[in-house]
C-alpha cells in the first residue's frame, strides 16, 4: 500500500500541492498517494490526529492552520520553532515533528529561479500573520539593507518584530521596523512581499502610489490568479511574481524531509504553468 500524505486546510479545494507531490513522487521513484484533507475551522486538531491514527505519514498545513499547527504537534525543528508556524508534520516514533519549509521556499524561488538577490535589498513584507512569521526568519538571513513590516493591525507586526530583532541584530541587519499601511507614504522598497491573505478575496491593503523603487520586484505569496496587489505594482512599474515558485520549492523542502530525497523543482513549475 502507497504511504499516505496530503494537505490541510480550509479551503483546500484549490490546492496544486497533490499535482506537485505526485510529479516529484513520479520523478524520484517514490510509491506514495496524496490527498486534499479539508478540515473544519473548529476541527484542525481532529482532523490531523485521525489522519495520522488511519496510517498516513505526512501533512502540508495551508491556511488558516499553520500556527494552530505549531501549537498542536509534540516537537518542533530549528526553522518553525523560529518562524512560530509549522506547514509540514511528520510522524517520528509515534511522534508529530512540526517543520516550517515557507522560508526555505519563498528564498530559492527568488533567488534561484527569478535571479532576483535578497542581499542590501529594502524590504516590505505585507502581513504579520503566519506566512509572514515562516518567511522573515530566511528573509533575515539574506541579510537585506532594511525590512519593515506591515499590517492593518500595528501592534500585531510590532510583536513580530520584537520576536526577530535579536535575530536581526546578530545577523547584522540594524533597520528593522513596523508601520501600519498608512504610514508608507513617502517610503520605497526594492522587493514588496505579499503575504496577507487579502489576495484570497480579491482585496489588497490599501498602498501609497510610488512605492515601487526602480527596478523593484511584487511577490504575491498566492498563486494562480493575477491579484489586485499584482494588478497594482504592474501598473506601478513594479516587475510581478506570483507564489507559484515557492510553493513548489516548499513542496520539494517538505518532500526531502518526508521521503530523504529532494526531487528537482525546474520540470514541476514549468510544468504547472503549461510552459512543458
Known amino acids: 500500500m502507497s504511504d499516505r500524505y496530503a494537505v490541510i486546510g480550509n479551503p483546500v479545494s484549490h490546492s496544486k500541492s497533490p499535482?506537485?507531490?505526485?510529479?516529484?513522487?513520479?520523478?524520484?521513484g517514490q510509491d506514495i498517494r496524496y490527498d486534499r484533507l479539508l478540515a473544519p475551522l473548529d476541527g484542525f486538531e481532529d482532523t490531523v490526529r485521525r489522519f495520522f491514527h488511519e496510517g498516513g505519514h505526512g501533512l502540508n498545513v495551508t491556511l488558516p492552520f499553520k500556527r494552530e499547527a505549531w501549537d498542536l504537534v509534540d516537537s518542533l525543528d530549528e526553522k518553525a520553532l523560529e518562524a512560530e508556524a509549522v506547514n509540514t508534520i511528520k510522524m517520528v516514533n509515534a511522534q508529530l515533528v512540526g517543520y516550517?519549509?515557507?522560508?526555505?521556499?519563498?528564498?530559492?524561488?527568488?533567488?534561484?529561479?527569478?535571479?532576483?538577490?535578497?542581499?542590501?535589498?529594502r524590504v516590505l513584507l505585507m502581513g504579520a500573520g503566519g506566512a509572514a512569521h515562516g518567511v522573515m526568519h530566511f528573509l533575515l538571513e539574506r541579510r537585506p539593507y532594511s525590512l519593515l513590516v506591515a499590517n492593518r493591525t500595528t501592534d500585531k507586526a510590532m510583536r513580530m518584530v520584537s520576536h526577530f530583532i535579536n535575530k536581526s541584530k546578530h545577523l547584522g541587519v540594524t533597520d528593522i521596523s513596523?508601520?501600519?499601511?498608512?504610514?508608507?507614504?513617502?517610503?520605497?522598497?526594492?522587493?514588496?512581499?505579499?503575504?496577507?491573505?487579502?489576495?484570497?478575496?480579491?482585496?489588497?491593503?490599501?498602498?501609497?502610489?510610488?512605492?515601487?523603487?526602480?527596478?523593484?520586484?511584487?511577490?504575491?505569496?498566492?498563486?494562480?490568479?493575477?491579484?489586485?496587489?499584482?494588478?497594482?505594482?504592474?501598473?506601478?512599474?513594479?516587475?510581478?511574481?506570483d507564489g507559484l515558485g515557492m510553493l513548489v520549492e516548499q513542496a520539494a523542502e517538505s518532500f526531502r524531509i518526508w521521503r530523504g530525497v529532494r526531487p528537482l523543482t525546474a520540470p514541476v513549475i514549468a510544468q504547472l504553468r503549461g510552459d512543458a
Open 19 to 28: 499535482l506537485i507531490h505526485v510529479a516529484f513522487a513520479r520523478q524520484t
Open 178 to 241: 513596523a508601520r501600519p499601511y498608512g504610514e508608507l507614504t513617502g517610503l520605497q522598497f526594492d522587493l514588496v512581499i505579499n503575504a496577507t491573505s487579502a489576495s484570497l478575496d480579491g482585496a489588497m491593503p490599501l498602498l501609497p502610489d510610488g512605492l515601487f523603487a526602480p527596478g523593484a520586484l511584487a511577490y504575491d505569496m498566492m498563486y494562480g490568479r493575477e491579484t489586485a496587489f499584482l494588478e497594482f505594482a504592474r501598473a506601478q512599474g513594479a516587475a510581478c511574481a
Open 100 to 121: 516550517n519549509t515557507d522560508g526555505v521556499g519563498l528564498v530559492t524561488d527568488l533567488e534561484r529561479n527569478l535571479e532576483f538577490p535578497i542581499a542590501n535589498k
